[in-house]
């Protein structure tokens, strides 16, 4: 009987382990919008960044809109390493930043201080 329970116990521990990482990853990505020889995509920045991914059509020029709802100072800027893109935030107005998606790679972003982050893939 023992044994029984221990072994639900381990599957069920798995199946919350899978659904975690599934789950999360399913809901942190989108894909850009694209429309004409342009694409777009917005990104909430409340307690972290809502998507965390997001990926680009490489060569189609890109804007990402930032939209701060978070009152804290930790996230009041975002900064491109890659790019030298470092932009202050501003609580609920919209933020467009302009990526150059001529190279295909990734390319992460972060708060000001470097403790919440997020990734452009462009492919
Ligand atoms: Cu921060």
Known sequence: M???VTILVGLALIGFILWWFFGKHEVSSAAATVTADRQAADVLVD???KPEVVT???GVPAT????RKDPSACLDRVVFPD????RPLAQDKVEEITID???PGE????CGMDMFHGKVIIK
């Open 83 to 86: 790019w030298g893109i470092n």
């Open 56 to 58: 680009l059509k490489q």
């Open 47 to 49: 307690g972290g960044y």
């Open 2 to 4: 023992t044994q029984v």
């Open 107 to 110: 390319y992460e972003w972060a």
């Open 64 to 67: 990402l809109r930032f939209t």
């Open 101 to 103: 998606t001529s190279k």
